[in-house]
């Protein structure tokens, strides 16, 4: 059937034109009428669906599932993709509705994942679906296949594409050779000198700044939100790791602290879109959200440049005193990631340095935040459990406030908490990947190039197929004397860090920074929920609560004089 143009709210319809059985056309201009007429309201109906999901006007006041979709919508998308493929198709309700557009969207996989099976399709248009992955063997296939050199099957897709605006290319999100060069070039950053020196003049010292902070809170007797408290701890850490930047959150706010709340929430925000209009530039400059975000990335980005200039000033000069540049290199005023890498005389100009330093400034932020809100969630609803924890910490640190690498070494159930509780909430929920070609799954499945793969860590982790109780906080399930789990030494039931060679490079700064936090907060202080006080949980990059998690915290009775003597008995 051929078209004409009309247009509706400023954009362009096609209108119908009647034919004949045989594809001539005719002359009934009423007819013509009628249809342009009834193409020009269906347009303006779908213009106002679009408006009410951009505002979010689509979920009712009432909260409870309903949705101003009609009840056949998402049942007629799923017959349309019926067939399609060997994959199962989702069914998916109006109910879902609230968990696909920025709510716990991990829940709704989950829940299909239990009446369609580990793999299976996620229709979100009529030409556009999501291949979800619940299984380790498949996940463990499409991961080991992303950005490898030998066998080039995947790559990030979506990912890039929502974070481009702020990433630009940095190597978290860019592909191929330069992935491979930039990568190669990061990773030495973070050797094991630079980690004991984080970990005794950052990680523990940003820790104990929060205990003046929770040394109010507990002298108030008012409950205070610990998310909010631990994203502030860790973008400290993360600015003095990696740029030498003391953004000192906890403690002062200022347009740079802002600029990176605003860049983080408008990527998180752009991963949970179902309409992305941020994808048009045009557009984006007419709506609000995205003026903010540009104005956001235009701060952070003239911030980054001028901290890079000023550091390449001051290698150039140590560089004329006569200083060793090379493996393993620290300066002792400097010892940042940005230092490393300009004083390592990398070929590499300004901008793509910039962009690999927001990379890791946005990884290392979000993710290290999330799980030490999670963990402490964790504990203060498992009192024994954070009662064992303490015990170690008292053991293993005895008069010291903060803990030295041997220290980090015994905090094995410190570890495993962490360990259990990025099992149970794992930061990122989910990981995407694009199909470049066709491929085949474990199980037999098809995937289509060009599909979108959606690999649920949550679902993994949470599989009863895949562990016992899952459901369960249980730091022992990962024994004591074994190694820390990661998806090697797990066949892929754990992948909290992904796996394959996009791997998340910064793992062990990770699970450092998090255990070093914890040991220092455990020391000193009791947590327990507020009554009556529901965190709730919503998807982004990470799992975050949507009301804060707020906790009363109170200073532990006798703990530092019992310190002392722990460490004797030990």
Partial sequence: MQSARLSCAGRPVACPRAESTDGRRQNNVPQQRRLAVRA????????????????????????????????????????????????????????????????????????????????????????????????????????????????????????AEVSKFLFGEGFAITGGEQWRVRRKAVGPALHRGYLEVMLDRVFGESALHLNEKLDKAAASGKAIDLEACFSQLTLDVIGKAVFNYDFDALNTDSPVIQAVYTALKETETRATD???????????????????????????????????????????????AGAAFGEGYINESDPSVLRFLIASREEVDSVQLRDDLLSMLVAGHETTGSVLTWTVDLLARNPDTMRKAQEEVDRVLGSRDKPTMEDYMNLKYVMRCVNESMRLYPHPPVLLRRALVEDELPGGFTVPAGQDVMISVYNIHRSPAVWDRPDEFLPERFPMDGPTPNEQNTDYKYIPFSGGPRKCVGDQFALMEAVAALAVVLKRFDFSPQPGHDPGMTTGATIHTKNGLYMRVSKRQGAAAAAPAAAAMA
């Fill in 274 to 320: 179902l309409l992305p209009y941020w994808k048009f530039p045009l557009i984006n400059l007419f709506v609000p959200r995205q003026q903010k975000a540009a104005a956001a990335v235009q701060l952070i980005r003239q911030t980054t440049e001028e901290l890079i200039a000023k550091c390449k000033k001051m290698v150039e000069e140590e560089a004329e």
């Fill in 40 to 159: 020009v309201v269906e347009e303006k109906e779908e213009y106002d669906l679009d408006q009410k999901i951009d505002t979010g006007k689509l979920i009712d006041s009432a909260g409870a599932g309903r949705s101003m979709f009609s009840p056949g919508w998402l049942t007629q998308l799923n017959q349309l993709w019926g067939g399609k493929s060997n994959v199962p198709v989702a069914n998916a309700q109006p109910d879902d509705i609230q968990d696909l557009l920025g709510g716990a969207l991990f829940k709704a996989l989950f829940k299909w994942m239990e009446e369609s099976g580990p793999v299976y399709l996620l229709p979100t248009g009529p030409i556009s679906s999501f291949l979800v992955i619940s299984d380790p063997e498949a996940a463990k296939h499409v991961l080991r296949a992303s950005d490898n050199p030998n066998r080039p099957i995947y790559v990030k897709g979506l990912v």
